[in-house]
């Protein structure tokens, strides 16, 4: 290996840098934006800026080596061995690394002259959007490259190509402007490539949130072209026929772009991408804020658990999960669709034994997509041959449980389908061909199965029996110098070499020993020497290990020649994997929840009985108590003029948000094929989901919590159509009270009147709740709640009619507010009450304030020892009660605590 430092050339002058360094910066000098990892010998190394953003990204030390322009160059570097991690670290910081390698063998370069330098080459470009490793992957998540191209003048403002090169799945899609943010939320890429003009367009339209950025890698203009883009996508998708052309301009630019960039970053080699999809038309539309608010794939908080997934995902395999992770962030719109979903999981929660069959098979059968990716990138290894032929055994063995059940629903029978289709011979001949125990990469050896191939067996037996000869000579060595420590051993550098204790080797440097022995090194307490005899097996053995190992490369490239061979039949079967995997978990959930089959049909209807909210139901029943289950009905009729708006008033705490939340994801996992958590559902096919549920800022954006609630507010009102769904909660409380109620006011109004689509609108401005009386579709319901001895109790259960206070003061006793302050707060709202019954006018108002007595407003503290509670235990003496007295103090002590509490 070529280890020659910078300092080791001849020195660099002040204009021409040495020989390697100028081969550094021409290869800098192409790949810019890249953290390049140059290899020397057993290690990357970083220089110049590279290795001080890498030092201080990795903690590694930042060292020098060699100077450039009488300056020393800052260095630092990675062993290639632990190389994966700190890529892993670094790309996960959202830096792009270009793989440097040796490409000739330094004695090549020898040859060309003793200054000569060793070829090296960028043989991989790192980034988000491009990994394929396991180690570098979530395997429960997909990982998106994304390439967006604007359009001036055409039939659509954008397109949107994206792709998991880790499983070739490829989809594109035209986008108008207003889409586009709701898309990339859905989508949410690792990557995303743009030019420069479309950056520039976007940030000043505001069309995507600020953190995309984040994401972005700018490609110059002529990488979108859709003209140059024709001849790479009929290449690069000819075997499946797919035709470019029936793309738009803008998608075939914005594919095209991704497929360079993909085959750029892999230097040559072929991605398995699949022809591109249409994402299909029907899709529940669910804006980023709803997203957001409704928690689907992680929290407000950035967490997975607490989020709908986490909470349903009993998917057994990693494709499953995310497959069922992207059915929930695109649930389905067509009726027919959802319920061909919905017979198949019905069948699996029927089945109890099959569905427990086919999840333990699901379970053992591994990540075919990833597996087939990496060999096609040529970094798979056996272990990824193997992983292939056991998610095709465990195919058909499903496929044998399932074509075993009469009447299959559609779904099923389809899977079967295909499952039945799966490549059996193949399996058979990977499961012939490699060993139980596989070494991870294919140049290790080792694991083709003994008896596979005859002329591998004989070399490893050629191997073995000659090192059965290394033995044999060991003992003869022993006898002929009469050491009995003399043994032969192995090291990578010496190879085969004999070795005696320092108090003998001088002996076998005598003669006539030294004869026989050849000094090899010596060593403090040993001394190593070789025979021509040994050399020669030594040879023989090299030989033996050579010729075996490149008969199971060969073996290796076969099988793996087979496999790909096989790629898009192996990427239908992946596909019907996961969705059985899926399905059979959907029906498990249902099963062990008690979720019920939803009736999903083209009506208007909105009506779940005995609903609960899918996340809240688990962390309440963990914490011993049980979750209130809660009836909504929002079901309406063209004829009456669109669906019902819930107006949900009640304290804060009371279970408002869990109630509009819980029926907004019943409505989720109804269109994406679930079973939901209700007694009952009649779901009408919902086209569009708003939930703002919770505010938030958007500082980054300048923007208040206000002006937030009020954008998408907005986006709503715009947007809604009469089969579209609205989760409401609390509309215009960030602003001054009489504002605030005007505006929820008026979009009460104008969900109902001109909107028509079912909704729930909590609100704290009890005011609202006179709607009812005019508007005909407007129903009030309430939090129940109970108050004893002067606290409140939640019974989180929704009932006709409006609540007349909020018990926010009562929730701020709970929160921890101080005694003194909470004493206050009651004695202003006693005021505020009793003067302002029936008064509108904000002046009114102030005037009761105005009369407020000034000297109240810091209530005195209780006189320490008068608290006549304090003063009762202190006078207790438990030693000197009997069981009974003890009980009455008990009594008395409450007592007094609640007489206390009444003045
Ligand atoms: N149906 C229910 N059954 C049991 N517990 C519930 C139920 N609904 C809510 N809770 C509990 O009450 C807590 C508060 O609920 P939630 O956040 O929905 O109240 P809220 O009325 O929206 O309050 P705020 O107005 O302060 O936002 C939940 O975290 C949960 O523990």
């Known amino acids: 290996m070529d280890q020659t430092p910078f300092e080791a050339e001849p020195a660099a002058t002040a204009t021409a840098p040495t020989p390697m360094m100028a081969q550094y910066f021409e290869i800098k000098a192409v790949n810019p934006g890249y953290l390049l990892f140059y290899r020397m010998g057993d ?83 790192v980034t988000p959007g491009t990994l394929t490793e396991d180690d570098h992957l979530d395997a429960r998540s997909a990982n998106y490259l994304a390439a967006l191209s604007m359009v001036r003048h055409g039939e659509t403002d954008f397109a949107l190509a994206w792709a998991d090169i880790s499983t070739g799945e490829t989809f594109i899609a035209d986008l108008p402007a207003e889409a586009l943010a709701d898309e990339m939320a859905r989508i949410a890429p690792a990557e995303l490539l743009l030019t420069e003009a479309t950056s520039a367009a976007l940030a000043e339209r505001h069309l995507l949130p600020p953190a995309w950025k984040e994401l972005a890698a700018t490609l110059p203009q002529e990488a979108l072209d859709s003209e140059a883009a024709l001849p790479l996508l009929r290449r690069v998708f000819a075997a499946s026929g797919f035709d470019p052309t029936s793309l738009s301009r803008a998608g075939r630019a914005a594919l ?47 967490e997975a658990r607490g989020s709908l997934r986490h ?12 497959l069922l992770a992207s059915r929930l962030a695109a649930p389905l719109r067509d009726a027919d669709a959802i319920n ?182 010596t060593l403090a307490n040993a001394m190593r020497f070789t025979t021509t005899e040994l050399a ?44 059985l995997d899926v399905t059979a978990a959907l029906a498990e959930i249902s099963a062990t929840r008690f979720y019920c089959r939803p009736q999903v049909d083209d009506s208007l209807a909105f009506a779940v009985s005995g609903g609960r909210h899918p996340v809240v139901e688990l962390t309440v029943k963990a914490e011993g108590r049980s979750f209130v289950a809660n009836d909504a009905d929002l079901s309406g009729s063209e004829a009456a003029g669109g669906g019902s708006l819930w107006l949900v008033t009640g304290p804060n705490m009371g279970g408002k948000s869990t109630f509009l939340r819980q029926n907004a994801l019943i409505a989720i996992m109804a269109q994406m094929g679930c079973f939901v958590p209700a007694d009952a559902a009649h779901i009408g096919v919902v ?44 509309i215009g409380r960030g602003t001054a009270t009489f504002d605030g109620l005007s505006i929820a006011w008026a979009s009460v109004e104008a969900l109902h009147e001109t909107t028509g689509c079912r909704a729930l609108f909590a609100t704290h401005f009890h005011e609202l709740t006179s709607l009812a009386k005019t508007l005909s579709r407007v129903a009030n319901v309430t939090m129940k709640v109970r108050e004893w001895e002067g606290e409140v109790v939640f019974l989180h259960e929704v009932g006709p009619g409006a609540a007349d ?46 009369d407020l007595p000034l ?35 008990l009594y008395q002590l409450k007592k007094l605590r609640d007489d206390a509490r009444r003045h």
Not at 311 to 321: E, M, N, Y
Not at 503 to 512: I, S, V
């Open 311 to 322: 909470a349903i995902d009993l998917t057994v395999s990693a494709p499953g999960a995310r």
């Open 340 to 521: 061909a979903r919905l017979d198949a999981v019905g069948r699996l929660v029927e089945d109890t034994l099959l569905r427990a069959r086919l999840r333990q098979e699901l379970k053992a059968a591994p990540d075919l997509a990833r597996a087939l990716s990496r060999l096609a990138l040529e970094r798979g290894g056996p272990r990824d041959l193997a992983a292939i032929g056991r998610a095709v055994a465990a195919a058909l063995d499903l496929a044998g449980q399932l074509a075993a059940q009469p009447d299959l629903p559609p779904v099923l029978a389809r899977l079967t389908g295909i499952l039945k289709e799966a490549p059996g011979p193949l399996a058979s001949e990977l499961a012939l061909a490699l060993d139980d125990d596989l070494p991870l990469l294919s140049r290790d050896g080792g694991f083709v199965r003994p008896g596979y191939d005859g002329g591998l067996d004989e070399e490893r037996s050629l191997g073995r029996e000659t090192r059965a000869v290394v033995a044999a000579l060991q003992a003869r060595l022993v006898d002929e110098t009469d050491i009995r420590s003399l043994k032969i051993r192995h090291n990578g550098v010496l190879g085969y070499f004999v070795e005696v204790p320092a108090a003998h080797g001088g002996r076998l440097l005598e003669p006539p020993l030294r004869e026989t022995f050849i000094h090899r090194q």
């Open 536 to 579: 020669e097996l030594e040879g023989r053995i090299a030989r033996a290990q050579q010729a075996a190992l490149e008969i199971e490369l060969a073996v290796f490239a076969r099988l793996r020649g087979a496999v790909l061979e096989a790629t898009p039949h192996l990427q239908g079967l992946a596909d019907a994997l996961a969705e």
């Open 855 to 889: 000297f109240a407003h810091r209530p005195a503290p209780a006189p320490q020892g008068t608290d006549p509670v304090h003063e009762a235990l202190d006078a207790v003496r438990p030693d000197e009660m009997t069981p009974r007295e003890a009980i009455e103090a």
């Open 43 to 125: 290690f990357y190394e970083l220089f110049f800026e590279d290795a001080e953003i890498a030092s201080a990204a990795l903690g590694i030390v930042l060292t020098k080596r060699g100077r450039h322009q009488g300056e020393d160059i800052p260095m630092c570097g990675v062993p290639i061995h632990a190389a994966n991690d700190y890529l892993n670290r670094l790309i996960k910081l959202g830096h792009r690394v270009a793989i440097c390698e040796q490409v000739e063998d330094p004695a090549e370069a020898r040859k060309r002259g003793s200054k000569s330098v060793v070829k090296r080459d960028v043989v991989r470009l």
């Open 687 to 730: 086209d569009r989901l708003f939930s703002r549920v919770g505010a938030s800022d958007d500082i980054a954006h300048g923007r208040s919590t206000f002006m937030v609630e009020m954008v998408e507010t907005a986006a709503i009102l715009n947007r809604a159509t009469r089969r579209s769904l609205v989760v409401l909660d609390e």
């Open 256 to 302: 095209g772009a991704l497929v360079a960039y993909v085959e750029d970053s892999q230097k040559g080699r072929q991605a398995p991408l699949r022809p591109p999809r249409a994402q299909a038309e029907a899709v529940l539309a669910i804006d980023a804020a709803t997203r957001g608010s409704l928690e689907l794939l992680q929290t407000q908080r950035g």
């Open 805 to 850: 206070r909020s018990y926010g003061i009562q929730v701020a006793r709970l929160a921890g507010l101080p005694e003194p302050v909470i004493a206050r707060a009651r004695q202003v709202l006693d005021l505020l009450e009793q003067r302002s019954a029936g008064t509108a006018s904000s002046g009114q108002k102030a005037s009761v304030l105005d």
